[in-house]
């Protein structure tokens, strides 16, 4: 891996990869994002120096966990989870209510959201799951059925919230690790039968949810009410064209989208950069989709793969997510997009999974082993890894 090596203290050196630098660069571009996002609201200085400043964290965060050992992190996981799981449930009757949700623990105008933080805690855990039931992937009591228990534990405080976009990003990384680490799609696909009724007794118990869904569907029927996002959507991007109309003349971001430096931040910087200056952001995406799986695919155990697969997995869900509401292809999630929308626990999440990334292709990269691998062997995720 192309490293630099950066003394740190007397003894010992810190490695700062390539595409950690990159990672924290676009980080930095997220800033500028935010402060055009927000300049025509509250203040755009107000948003953009509160970014800066976990910027600086979420960039300590990641060199941090890239520097940590595989080992510390499986000896620490137990720890890790409780560390993380708790504050889902303290953050229940502790936290404040934001739009119907109770989701932030608030301190002198400082918000922190454990569900975010929470997300590379519940890879890790999962893809320690995963190796250990590697060997009865096929079975249903033993190889899915713990993994639903494992997914039901970190979602059930998230429901209760409730956070659903949160919770839609922890499902879908689950069934893309289940999946691409070989679990049977029929367990997929009854689980999701199973889960049917529990998201319609969701739709009767918040029927926000089905107005959402029924204004994606027709939103001009409500354009003063639930349609009223998804129009402006509609009107923002619209509006950027193909080229933009520069950063210093957003209009419909300006006056009319909500959120434009947090749910909303793709379509705001659109209309300022227009469909052409946001082709980078795409092609980055992808980058870590390649990134992921190469390295998923070198890696030399089935956890370093899972990790790296998952956590990568994880920012590309969120990601595409984010992009599709404001595309038009989904209904409005409140799914921030990683590394550019406003929002400091988002920002710490997507570092430390992409430093967990960085720590397990390291191990890999370190301590290879040798296997004689015959021809015509599986070359997904993890394929390299030797039996659990």
């Given at each position: ?9 007397p003894?010992?050196?810190v ?47 990641l ?6 050992s ?27 209510r ?17 569900s ?29 059925l ?59 118990r ?13 939103p ?20 950027g ?7 210093e ?9 909500p ?24 092609i ?9 799986h ?16 998952g ?21 409005p ?31 890999s ?18 394929a ?5």
């Amino acid at each position: 891996m192309n490293a630099w090596h950066v003394p740190f203290w007397p003894g010992r050196r810190v490695r700062i990869s390539r595409a950690a630098l990159f990672f924290l660069c676009v980080s930095v571009w997220g800033c500028w994002a935010i402060y055009n996002g927000s300049r025509t609201g509250y203040s755009g200085r107000h948003f953009a120096a509160r970014q800066v400043l976990w910027v600086l964290l979420g960039s300590a965060a990641l060199v941090v966990c890239a520097n940590l050992s595989e080992g510390w992190y499986r000896r620490y996981l137990p720890w890790l989870c409780v560390a993380a799981w708790v504050p889902l449930l303290l953050v229940l009757g502790l936290g404040i209510r934001i739009n119907g949700m109770r989701g932030w623990f608030a301190w002198h105008g400082y918000f922190l959201q454990p569900s975010e933080l929470a997300k590379p805690v519940f890879v890790l855990s999962l893809a320690w799951l995963l190796e250990r039931t590697a060997a009865q992937r096929a079975s249903w009591r033993r190889g899915f059925l713990p993994v639903a228990v494992l997914v039901a534990l970190w979602g059930l405080p998230i429901a209760l919230q409730p956070d659903f976009g949160s919770l839609l990003i922890y499902a879908l990384t689950a069934v893309l690790l289940f999946w691409g680490f070989g679990g049977r799609t029929l367990h997929l696909l009854v689980s999701g039968a199973a889960v049917a009724p529990v998201v319609g007794l969701v739709l009767w118990r918040y029927p926000y949810v089905w107005r959402r869904f029924t204004a994606f569907l027709n939103p001009d029927s409500v354009a003063q009410t639930a349609g009223w996002h998804i129009i402006q959507f509609r009107r923002t991007l619209a509006s950027g064209g193909l080229f933009g109309r520069a950063w210093e003349e957003g209009l419909w971001s300006g006056a009319y989208l909500p959120l434009s430096y947090s749910d909303s931040v793709f379509a705001s910087t659109a209309e300022k950069i227009g469909f052409v200056g946001m082709l980078p952001l795409l092609i980055l995406i992808l980058a870590v989709v390649i990134y992921g799986h190469h390295h998923a695919c070198r890696a030399h155990s089935r956890f370093r793969a899972a990790v790296i697969f998952g956590m990568t997995g994880m920012l590309v869900t969120q990601a595409f997510t984010h992009l599709s509401v404001n595309l038009g292809l989904m209904p409005p999630t409140g799914i921030t997009l990683p590394l550019i929308s406003y929002g400091g626990s988002s920002l710490m999440s997507s570092m430390m999974a992409f430093g967990l990334v960085e720590a397990m292709v390291h191990a890999s990269s370190q301590k290879p082993e040798p296997t004689a691998a015959a021809p015509g062997t599986a070359s997904g995720p993890g394929a390299g890894a030797p039996p659990s």
